[in-house]
């Protein structure tokens, strides 16, 4: 039975539980410096010689004694209440300090059954470590119990918190770093406490370590008075606790008392709000955890400071093949934790010492949470083809929709079905982005302060699934992990502002590719999904700073076999595409679309056959197919995005027109992945699948939604690729018109025709007046979009007439 939590006080471990903690945190620093120095002798049963040592010397020593003497005080707490827990190491760059418990606690062997508890496995448990063809040196996919890699600082506390949304029994502790609590994104997630719904969440448990100091220089928080450090953290509505010292002895009971106090209070808390029904948001408790950087190493080495001091933040002492002085330091160090009381002949951690883990599922290595896609279920989907969703596209190019708007829709159903599972993130532009239907379901999450005017259109509730705070940081942090602990979502930007998650999107599209192709024990989760809206061709009104659609330029430096980007041209084909990534795992996601309003152009069976394909030729906007082979376009018009669409069939609707006699045949573009040359392609494409694109000896004229560059970038192998003349956003533009902003950047209608007429040689000087009215027609709009300030009512209610 499991007991109940006691009133802790200064002196709760009796003498016994002390000795065998402190003997357990030994056993995990001697784990520790073995993993970042030695290759073999692991037991130090021989006077510890050069060969003995790596070569090359990787790792963190500085922070890993404070993570694994948290960790081992976690466990205690897990085994004697029966805690469901998680533990986030923000400094994950000490992985010496997590792997040396999940080690222990056996979870390593068990997957790994070659890394034994025995001196064999425990010898390639410290080879391994930050060895070529093995393991890095950060927490990251390949370690049990992570969800964090750490090895970009700054996302630990948003990644804590992530996880514990609609996971009301979890309790994510993380340990943050000081050098970590500088960055920008740390210091935004403080803030998501006021979202956390005591009833239906989990807790956070934040442990700021102060052990001092960087790589080379102090941290800013532990050179601030204690009065000032206690007031932010009071100002970031906590109750902060404080453990500092430097005894072992004195801060194990530390320790535990204030574990105990803030995991009584966490429990105090909740108790209250789902007994009361009433969700209001506590003063959650937080450790203020200072000891010193490599706690427990050589005081000094070669005369210089180092326990303490920045010096022992990575490796404290090197040269070990030339330095005798420095290989019986190290010798000294480790038998300093005196590794014979600790294990036992062969290796193992002796029984008084194992039986202070918890077991199963309870050990935080081996909880499934951290493993997410073990627990991941599938999300109850509204079939996106029914008529409630679907735009009825009578004739392609006649009417007008706002595309994210039906999306919207779609969504508010898809919340409404999975109201454990499922949760949209946005910094503050659910409206704004046209998702607004969602509010007829799901709230967006406040857990501050409410004013009487916020019941007219505030649209807050505490019981709100629509995470929205002004930084993208914190946002991405939440979604990330609550994906990776078995759930689904969907993040929400602008364009041109998903950059400030650039480095975001990295780390975890490269936690996907490590997880799906090198760690089989990790089940597949949902797909990062990422909505980028407010896009580059309809920011003209607010400038410059508003126009960037680069960030689908970053997406294509990772793996097809972990990212993809969809450009739907319109609602139904937007439809089609958030079905396919809600259902898909392993994969970030990106989807352009726009919220404005926009022709449409396929029906909803049309557009599912066109998403499916990725690529495909509009027949109706093409007059290339006579029925009889081989059917010999003079062009070939391609377009990626929803302006460029339009403006390239406006384009083609001149040239049929002007030109009877030209041959064109019209491709869109959804997946732009598919343009790769790839022998196989993910989804069983291959080169032959490119023929409509790329021919032998005909012009493409590609108008594309972002970078023109990207797209040679992509189709640079095929080999006819130095037929495609590519027209995109060239950084032109200011406060303009939509076409304004078009003709500067060469994606109108009229520079296209102009392109079609220089590379088509069967049109030469024949279309030399066309060519000549094509640029009295640019001269003339921008004239009048400068004069009246908006684009001609031709321009503006144009519809396709092909």
Request: aromatic share 10%; with cysteine.
């Amino acid at each position: 039975m499991v007991q109940s939590l006691q009133k802790p006080n200064t002196k709760i471990l009796t003498e016994d539980e002390l000795q065998k903690i402190d003997a357990y945190w030994r056993a995990c620093n001697y784990l520790a410096v073995g993993m970042i120095y030695l290759r073999s002798n692991p037991l130090l049963k021989e006077t510890l010689k050069p060969e003995h040592i790596k070569y090359r010397l990787l790792g963190h020593w500085g922070s890993s004694p404070g993570l694994s003497f948290v960790y081992v005080h976690l466990n205690r707490l897990i085994k004697k209440y029966d805690l469901n827990m998680i533990y986030l190491a923000g400094p994950g760059h000490g992985a010496p300090g997590i792997l040396a418990p999940v080690y222990l606690e056996n979870t390593y062997s068990e997957i790994y059954p070659d890394k034994s508890q025995d001196e064999e496995g425990m010898r390639k448990f410290f080879k391994q470590f930050s060895f070529p063809g093995h393991i890095g040196s950060h927490v990251t996919p390949e370690t049990p119990g992570s969800i964090h890699e750490g090895g970009e600082l700054g996302y630990s506390l948003s990644h804590a918190y992530g996880s514990i949304l609609d996971n009301p029994d979890l309790i994510s502790v993380v340990m943050v770093g000081d050098g970590e609590s500088e960055t920008g994104p740390l210091a935004t997630s403080w803030h998501s406490n006021k979202f956390i719904n005591p009833i239906r969440d989990g807790a956070v448990l934040p442990i700021l370590h102060l052990n001092g100091y960087k790589i080379a220089n102090p941290t800013i928080l532990s050179r601030i008075s204690h009065e000032e450090l206690e007031s932010l953290f009071i100002g970031y509505g906590y109750e902060p606790y404080f453990v500092e010292g430097d005894d072992p002895m004195t801060m194990h009971e530390k320790m535990a008392a204030t574990l105990e106090e803030c995991v009584n209070k966490i429990k105090a808390i909740q108790e209250e709000a789902r007994n009361s029904g009433v969700p209001k948001r506590p003063r959650w408790p937080m450790i203020v955890f200072r000891s010193p950087k490599g706690w427990t190493g050589p005081k000094t080495v070669d005369g210089h400071k180092v326990e303490g001091f920045w010096r022992s933040h990575q490796v404290p002492m090197g040269g070990m093949h030339s330095n005798l002085e420095h290989v019986q330091l190290l010798e000294e160090w480790m038998k300093s934790y005196k590794p014979e009381e600790l294990f036992d002949e062969n290796g193992r951690l002796i029984p008084e010492l194992a039986e202070l883990a918890p077991v199963g599922d309870r050990r935080m290595s081996a909880n499934p949470i951290a493993n997410g896609g073990l627990l991941r279920k599938d999300l109850n989907l509204p079939d996106f083809r029914d008529p409630i969703y679907a735009v009825a596209v009578t004739e392609p190019g006649k009417m007008e929709v706002e595309n994210t708007k039906i999306m919207g829709i779609f969504l508010r159903d898809v919340m409404a079905r999975n109201m454990h599972s499922f949760r949209v993130f946005g910094p503050d532009e659910t409206a704004s982005n046209r998702l607004n239907p969602i509010y007829e379901v799901s709230k967006k999450v406040w857990m501050a302060d409410y004013l009487p005017e916020d019941a007219d259109g505030g649209e807050l509730s505490p019981d709100g699934r629509v995470m929205e705070m002004l930084s993208e940081h914190t946002l991405e942090g939440w979604l990330e992990t609550y994906l990776l602990t078995g759930r689904h979502g969907l993040f929400h930007t602008y364009e041109a502002f998903a950059h400030v998650i650039d480095s975001m999107f990295n780390q975890h599209a490269k936690w996907l590719d490590i997880s799906k192709n090198h760690v089989p024990w990790r089940a597949p989760v949902s797909s990062l999904n990422i909505l980028l809206s407010s896009t580059v061709w309809r920011q003209d009104h607010n400038g410059f700073s508003h126009q960037d659609p680069g960030f689908v330029d970053l997406v294509t430096n990772k793996s097809a076999d972990v990212t993809r980007v969809y450009f739907p041209p319109d609602a139904n084909c937007l439809l089609s595409v958030i079905d396919h990534c809600l259902r898909s795992k392993d994969y970030v996601n990106v989807i352009v679309a726009d919220k404005q309003n926009h022709l449409q152009y396929l029906t909803i069976d049309e557009a599912v056959t066109h998403c499916t394909k990725g690529i495909g030729i509009w027949e109706w906007a093409s007059n290339d197919d006579q029925g009889v082979l081989p059917d010999e376009p003079d062009v070939i018009m391609a377009c990626c995005g929803d302006v460029p669409t339009m403006e390239s069939l406006a384009a083609t609707e001149i040239l049929r027109k002007e030109c009877p006699d030209l041959k064109v045949r019209f491709i869109n573009v959804v997946d732009i992945f598919k343009l790769q040359d790839e022998e196989e392609h993910p989804h069983g494409l291959s080169n032959r699948d490119f023929v409509t694109l790329f021919t032998e000896d005909k012009p493409i004229i590609f108008n594309f939604h972002g970078y023109p560059w990207l797209i040679h970038k992509l189709a640079y192998r095929h080999p006819n690729s130095n037929r495609l003349h590519v027209r995109g956003y060239k950084e032109e533009g200011n406060i303009n018109t939509p076409l304004e902003l078009a003709i500067k950047n060469q994606v109108d209608r009229f520079n296209l025709v102009i392109d079609v007429i220089d590379r088509v040689p069967k049109l030469g000087s024949r279309a030399a007046y066309l060519k000549e009215r094509m640029k009295d027609e640019i001269i003339d709009n921008l004239n009048y979009a400068h004069t009246h300030g908006i684009d001609k009512e031709e321009i503006t209610n144009w519809k396709w007439n092909g």
